[in-house]
Nanobody
Framework: QVQLVESGGGLVQAGGSLRLSCAAS????????MGWFRQAPGKEREFVTA????????DYADPVKGRFTISRDNAKNTVYLQMNSLNPDDTAVYYC?????????????????WGQGTQVTVSS
C-alpha cells in the first residue's frame, strides 16, 4: 500500500520556523516530482513548492519564496519542507504529494499520491 505520511506540523508564533517531513512507503518515489500543497479553511488547495527527482529543479509559490525551502532524501524516501519567518497567512493544512513525471506542475490534479495532511497554525 502506497502511503505518504506528513509530520512536523504544530503551533508556532509569527516569525518562527517549522520543518515538515513526508515519509513515503509502499514504493520508491526517487524518480517522482514531490510537492507540498496547503489548504486553509474555506479556501482551495494551493501549490506551495515542488522538487524534481534529483533535486535539480524547484518551484515555489510567490508567497513563500525566500522563506520556505524544499529538499529530499531519496535514500530515505522522504521530502522535507523548511518553513521560516512564518506568518498567520501560512496557517493551513499542509499536504505532501507525489507526481509520477519528470516536470514540476502546480495543479493538485497533476499529482497522483497524497498524504493525509498536517496542521500548521501560526499565531500573531
Amino acid at each position: 500500500q502506497v502511503q505518504l505520511v506528513e509530520s512536523g506540523g504544530g503551533l508556532v508564533q509569527a516569525g518562527g520556523s517549522l520543518r515538515l517531513s513526508c515519509a513515503a512507503s509502499g514504493r520508491t518515489f526517487s524518480r517522482s516530482v514531490m510537492g507540498w500543497f496547503r489548504q486553509a479553511p474555506g479556501k482551495e488547495r494551493e501549490f506551495v513548492t515542488a522538487i524534481t527527482w534529483n533535486g535539480g529543479n524547484t518551484d515555489y509559490a510567490d508567497p513563500v519564496k525566500g522563506r520556505f525551502t524544499i529538499s529530499r532524501d531519496n535514500a530515505k524516501n522522504t521530502v522535507y519542507l523548511q518553513m521560516n519567518s512564518l506568518n498567520p497567512d501560512d496557517t493551513a493544512v499542509y499536504y505532501c504529494a507525489a507526481r509520477d513525471a519528470v516536470l514540476i506542475r502546480t495543479r493538485p490534479t497533476d499529482y497522483d499520491y497524497w498524504g493525509q495532511g498536517t496542521q500548521v497554525t501560526v499565531s500573531s
